[in-house]
T-cell receptor, first 113, second 113 residues
Framework: EPEVTQTPSHQVTQMGQEVILRCVPISNHLYFYWYRQILGQKVEFLVSFYNNEISEKSEIFDDQFSVERPDGSNFTLKIRSTKLEDSAMYFC???????????FGPGTRLTVT | AQSVTQLGSHVSVSEGALVLLRCNYSSSVPPYLFWYVQYPNQGLQLLLKYTSAATLVKGINGFEAEFKKSETSFHLTKPSAHMSDAAEYFCAVSVGNNNDMRFGAGTRLTVKP
């Protein structure tokens, strides 16, 4: 069964450094998403991406964040200058069409020290 | 704005007992509702979804949920809990044209032997 994959599974970085989290969505899916989950808290929406552009973003997704689909298969989340409070689990998700279920990747645990 | 509220951050049941996890939604339009399960150190797995067809939705692992418009509820139930059901459960609503998900705070289910 096709699945969403994410790399790395765990990323440790120093405050102020740039990080890129990578995702490979399911191949025939058209909508892509990033969510984050701070330890012990709920899953929060960050951004949705469709037709090669951001379609929606939350207030969390400020100028430090960017997304890209560089080659038609990968979907990346970049944090330009990480802060301690960016430490969280980041989940990528994709879905085939609107109102279909989203398939989530296993997540990348980001630790900012 | 669409949102969901999960009542009870922690539910504890005995093995074999009924499981009831509560979710209420707020939506100005007919909602698309989902239940996801998260096992420790894993990603989110879809249990079931409501997309305006049958009001009683059956999912995986013996779970089901009933959409009640009059009560704005979408509670998750399972007749007989199993030890393997211990996990975090998230109710979610699909928002907007791009299917952005808004998650509830989650309910941690503990199953006692």
């Amino acid at each position: 069964e096709p699945e969403v994959t994410q790399t790395p599974s765990h990323q440790v970085t120093q405050m102020g450094q740039e990080v890129i989290l990578r995702c490979v969505p399911i191949s025939n899916h058209l909508y892509f998403y990033w969510y984050r989950q701070i330890l012990g808290q709920k899953v929060e929406f960050l951004v949705s991406f469709y037709n090669n552009e951001i379609s929606e973003k939350s207030e969390i997704f400020d100028d430090q964040f960017s997304v890209e689909r560089p080659d038609g298969s990968n979907f990346t989340l970049k944090i330009r200058s990480t802060k301690l409070e960016d430490s969280a689990m980041y989940f990528c998700a994709s879905c085939r069409d609107r109102h279909y279920e989203q398939y989530f990747g296993p997540g990348t645990r980001l630790t900012v020290t | 704005a669409q949102s969901v509220t999960q009542l009870g951050s922690h539910v504890s049941v005995s093995e074999g007992a009924l499981v009831l996890l509560r979710c209420n939604y707020s939506s100005s339009v007919p909602p698309y509702l989902f239940w996801y399960v998260q096992y420790p150190n894993q990603g989110l797995q879809l249990l079931l979804k409501y997309t305006s067809a049958a009001t009683l939705v059956k999912g995986i692992n013996g779970f089901e949920a009933e959409f009640k418009k009059s009560e704005t509820s979408f509670h998750l139930t399972k007749p007989s809990a199993h030890m393997s059901d211990a996990a975090e459960y998230f109710c979610a609503v699909s928002v907007g044209n791009n299917n952005d998900m808004r998650f509830g705070a989650g309910t941690r289910l503990t199953v006692k032997p």
